[in-house]
RNA sequence: GGGCGUUUGGCUCAGUUGGUUAGAGCACCUCGUUUACACCGAGGGGGUCGGGGGUUCGAGUCCCUCAACGCCCA
């Protein structure tokens, strides 16, 4: 049998790929005579292609399903994309702007929304297309996306079914809107940035003071052009105490403060004294104002508002008293409610100055600030200026100033929906690991904030209700009227409510079920018109684990995959994803969606920051995939994803030129060309954009912590190939284990411990870990040891069928131990194997299936472990490792083989003895004497192996560096001078002897004994040695 | 301000219920073309386990405290 010295990846994934394609291995039905397993993938978003962070996320997936596939499970991992509104509508609007300077309102709702469906096309076949290569064993037959009709039948059966009990509402709230996209965004789509601004101070006239009260009143903001659409102005209710109060706290933390703070909050306690001295007569004064119900005159738009007491007024701040803009400010905003304030909106939804600004209409805000400052100074109105920083809220999606704004929007009411989903979690029925991520859950259900749903942007599911306002109670009445008289309200498929408005009106709102376009049609000729806003794409998320499943429908698949088993996800949506998952599955089906949550940690670059297209350290999974292979990306993802660690990943651009690997800096991760310090060629960035630099071949990035793993890959891979090149003759066989020599019962042991370890990490989601079992035993055992000793074996007829057999078992046995994590090469070379040996096994040797996707789950064979084999094998070890040593020390060459003597006990000698051979495989050593009575040559160089009792010599007659050989032997001695000086002063202490477990004294004197030991004999070692040179 | 996490050799990380001399990979040094693998083999150097305090016969591990960094929430 050929096999080429490297695994050819690039070829080989492919092919793999199609004949598991071909032979649907990953494809799942329901079926009665398997237990369900099944994982709903957290949908990528359509926005952009996918990153290392996806590949961890997928790859834990796809390690986890196929494990359970393996081990027989019906296993389903339902894959598809999100199509991630806001997100998605912003990146194709930014496009549209950047190339063909267009707004959505040029294009038109249709348009626009073609427009990203393209986007969507192009992205989800690209996202596909990774997944793919990685070898994600999606059940891709089954591929769903949020917008889709089975997607759509679930989003409108929820909203009607939330709509009809009452849990969604419509009402006004102070959203954070984007001017740009003109819509509202979520508070976990707003980022802060801190820029300079000023603090401007403002002068209101007092209307009709009273004698002795001041004629106008002094307010400060950082937006003054606010001030157009305040309602009051507030002092608080009992400035006194809130000196006092805040005196107070910093006095605790005076005390409480190291020195060096100390100086700082005494100051500030010096200033809120003199503060309080100077402030405290005109606040309480002003306080009484308010509460004689005192007015000011607003200027610029010259409206009366009132002079209030409210707590929000802060007397250590600012100039004590603050404006109230109700409909502009999140805090103004609760004042409002409290006092019970006109709300005055100023902006129209593009961010301009709105009718109720009087001459400032139609400004932008930055001119109407400018505008208005200039004319509160004519006025003589204007006090100082200070400089400031401050807090600006921003887009995430548009990166432009948020602009708090009041709008009317749906809302999710949570405190029954909430409760039901931390119940789940608090009495187990939801899992979470690891469990310190229960809490955050936890906290934010347990504000059962209402969930505003409405989205102002056309890409996403409409709402599906239609409405009329402004109108009587009769005419709203009339309508609900003649909607009943509709068959399909009978049938339960309208649901309709009537509101009273602000003004006085009603509106009606009507919810239908089910998208059907003749009752819609018959509905709007009532005078409707359907809302033209969408869902906040989390409500169609949160219906993923069953609407994929073609709920609303009651299909088989429903039934038998639902409740899901596991979800795997990362920590940034447990929130936003996984609580409002729970909540929805158990309000539409009334089960939890999954039993077990696992939360995998982040991948950051060398920097410590989380990867990202728009910083420039994204990797794609594909360019690692292309330069390492797709087994060396999930291994190296799998190795590094421990439970309590983000990953870190330090990042290079790979020349495209000499393929060197140049560390990504925080410079170089953001310039368009970079020049390779190896090639002095360049080549080109994502960030290219002039055309000599597009013109450049294009630097992959990618990292080097996946050498490891490539390594581990070709190791995998040429072991495999060794042991395959010499099946020749190979014939099944009936093999009696007991039978066995040591080596091939120290590997049978092993394989038992690993396999029971590894199935163990791997349900418990410790991938990490069994990554790591798997590597070591491969190397250090199977390879370094196990296929060392078979060499010689296969060279000896009499052994050599044995040894194929025990190799061909422990091979098969790994390769499906190593398939979850490295599908390509363990496929690839189980083909190979199925070649060489097809029938294969112990005692009854059986035809292995063509797939080791598809094989069965090594179960580790109790009855195959072996304490004092193990222990056996451990000696043997030992004493190859001293030989090495010895050999290493005295720097003699590979090819020299030298004379060995090892004295032993009568039964190590027993155990040694079958061994002796190997020796010579393994350290080029030849045993010439083992026992009681092998004795030190008359050159030797000795090592003691107290502790098993053993002495190793090794015959330096040819060989001899005496100078080598002392400086050794002088550096073992102080080594053991160190130790023993350190066991004998843990001894002589009372304490230790008189209250340790005695184990574990005994264990100390029984290692100083042998240490004692160890230092004659290496004492007397060196004596000899300085009498031979003497 | 609150919560969670992290801090172990140059880098990236392990380290089970406290118990021999704290491990691995990469990097580094020495030697090596032994008929699987130089993406390899053998050997080696390198760590006051962030600082301080405490509990204990014994602390990387438990407790307190300080510091730095990261994430989430307000």
Not at 613 to 619: A, F, I, L, Q
Not at 752 to 775: G, M, N, P, Q, W
């Amino acid at each position: 049998m050929t096999i080429p010295t490297r695994f050819d990846h690039t070829e080989a994934a492919a092919k793999i790929a199609d004949a598991w394609d071909a032979a649907g291995c990953a494809h799942a039905e329901p079926n009665p005579n398997k237990k369900p397993f099944s994982i709903v993938i957290p949908p990528p978003n359509v926005t952009g292609a996918l990153h290392l962070g996806h590949g961890l996320n997928n790859t834990l997936q796809d390690i986890l399903i196929r494990t359970k596939r393996m081990q027989g499970f019906e296993a389903l991992w339902m894959p598809g994309t999100d199509h991630a509104g806001i997100a998605t509508q912003a990146v194709v609007e930014r496009r549209l702007k950047e190339q063909e300077n267009k707004s959505r309102h040029d294009l038109g709702r249709e348009a626009l929304v073609k427009r990203i469906w393209d986007w969507k096309a192009q992205y989800e076949t690209r996202i596909l297309g990774q997944l793919k290569r990685m070898g994600c064993s999606c059940d891709w037959q089954r591929l769903r996306f949020t917008l889709d009709d089975v997607c759509a039948a679930a989003v409108r059966a929820t909203f009607f079914d939330l709509f009809s009990k009452q849990r969604i509402y419509r009402g006004k709230r102070l959203v954070n809107w984007d001017t740009f996209l003109q819509t509202a965004v979520s508070d976990d789509e707003v980022f802060n940035e801190t820029k300079k601004g000023h603090f401007w101070h403002i002068f209101y006239p007092v209307v009709d003071p009273k004698p002795g009260e001041p004629t106008r009143i002094e307010i400060a903001t950082t937006r003054p052009e606010t001030m157009l659409g305040d309602t009051a102005v507030a002092v608080h209710p009992d400035p006194e105490s809130a000196f006092k109060k805040v005196g107070s706290e910093l006095g605790e933390k005076l005390a409480a403060a190291s020195s060096g703070e100390q100086e700082e909050i005494q100051e500030q306690i010096d200033a809120l004294e003199q503060r309080s001295k100077e402030m405290l007569p005109l606040l309480v004064q002003l306080r009484d104002m308010a509460l004689d119900g005192r007015k000011l005159l607003l200027p610029l738009v010259d409206r009366e508002i009132p002079l209030i007491a409210d707590e929000w007024a802060k007397p250590e701040m600012g100039t004590g008293c603050v404006k109230i803009t109700p409909a502009h400010d999140p805090n103004d905003y609760e004042v409002g409610k409290r006092a019970d304030l006109q709300m005055i909106n100023i902006l129209n939804p593009d961010g301009t100055l709105n009718s109720e600004a009087g001459t400032y209409e139609g400004l932008t805000i930055p001119k109407c600030r400018k505008k208005v400052v200039e004319d509160l100074e004519k006025l003589e109105l204007l006090g100082d200026i200070e400089d400031r920083e401050i807090e600006l809220p921003h887009s995430d999606r548009s990166k432009t100033p948020i602009e708090p704004y009041l709008a009317d929007q749906w809302f999710v009411a949570m405190a029954e929906l909430a409760q039901s989903a931390m119940d789940a979690v608090t009495d187990d029925r939801v899992k979470i690991f690891p469990e310190r991520y229960r809490k955050g859950y936890l906290d934010w259900l347990s504000e059962k904030r209402d969930w505003p749903v409405s989205r102002q942007l056309w890409w996403g599911h409409q709402i599906p209700i239609w409405a009329v306002g402004g109108i009587t109670e009769a005419e709203a009445q009339a309508i609900e009227s003649k909607l009943k008289a509709f068959p399909e309200y009978a049938s339960g498929k309208i649901a309709e409510r009537i509101d009273a408005e602000d003004a006085g009106t009603f509106a009606i709102f009507v919810c239908l079920r089910d998208e059907d376009v003749k009752l819609e049609t018959k509905v709007q000729s009532l005078g409707l018109t359907r809302d033209a806003d969408v869902l906040d794409t989390w409500f169609s998320s949160a219906l993923w684990p069953h609407s994929t499943l073609g709920w609303p429908e009651k299909t088989p698949e429903l039934e038998y995959f639902y409740p899901t088993s596991t979800l795997i996800t990362s920590r940034d949506i447990i929130t936003l994803w996984v609580a409002r998952m729970v909540l929805m599955g158990l309000n539409n089906l009334g089960e939890i969606p999954f039993s077990e949550v696992f939360i995998h940690p982040k991948i950051l670059d060398g920097n410590g920051e989380g990867m990202s297209k728009s910083k420039g350290n994204g990797v794609d999974p594909i360019d690692v995939i292309d330069k390492f292979g797709p087994d060396a990306l999930r291994f190296g993802l799998a190795r590094l994803a421990t439970e309590t660690q983000d990953v870190r990943m330090p990042v290079q651009y790979e020349c495209p030129h000499c393929e060197k690997l140049i560390d990504q800096t925080k410079k170089n991760q953001s310039v368009p060309a970079v020049e390779c310090p190896q090639c002095k060629k360049s080549f080109s960035t994502q960030w290219a954009e002039s055309e000599a630099d597009k013109s450049l071949p294009k630097g992959a990035v990618v990292s080097e912590k996946f050498e490891t793993a490539r390594n581990f890959v070709n190791k995998l891979w040429n072991a495999a190939r060794f042991t395959l090149m010499n099946f020749d003759g190979y014939k099944p066989q009936s093999i009696n284990v007991a039978e066995l020599p040591l080596e091939d019962r120290w590997l049978l042991s092993r394989l038992s411990t690993v396999t029971r370890d590894v199935t163990e990490a791997i349900e418990h989601y410790h991938f990490a870990e069994a990554s790591r079992i798997l590597y070591d035993f491969a190397w250090n055992e199977f390879c370094s040891f196990y296929i060392e000793i078979a060499k010689p074996r296969l060279s000896d007829n009499a052994l050599r069928g044995v040894t194929q057999s025990v190799i061909a078992h422990g091979l098969d046995t790994l390769l499906r131990l190593l398939h979850p994590i490295m599908p390509f090469v363990t496929e690839s070379i189980w083909g190979f194997l199925n070649d060489a040996a097809p029938e294969r096994g112990l005692a009854n040797p059986v035809k292995a299936p063509r797939f080791v996707m598809t094989a069965d789950w090594p179960v580790a064979e109790a009855s195959h472990y072996n304490e004092s084999i193990e222990r056996q094998f451990n000696e043997f070890q030992e004493v190859v490792g001293a030989i090495r040593r010895i050999r290493s020390s005295q720097n003699i060459a590979p090819k020299e083989v030298v004379p060995v003597a090892i004295r032993c006990s009568q039964s190590s000698q027993s155990l040694l003895e079958p061994m002796r051979s190997y020796f010579q495989a393994l350290t080029g050593a030849d045993v010439v004497a083992l026992g009681e009575h092998a004795a030190p040559f008359e050159i030797d160089a000795p090592l003691a192996l107290t502790s098993l009792d053993i002495d190793v010599h090794v015959d330096l007659e040819k060989f001899i560096d005496v100078n080598a050989e002392l400086s050794r032997l002088e550096k073992l001695r102080d080594q053991v001078v160190k130790q023993i000086t350190g066991k004998e002063q843990k001894l002589s202490n009372e304490n230790f002897v008189a209250r340790a477990p005695e184990a574990v004294v005994l264990k100390e004197r029984e290692s100083l004994d042998d240490l004692k030991k160890q230092l004659q004999s290496v004492q007397s070692d060196i004596e000899r040695l300085k009498q031979k040179l003497t």
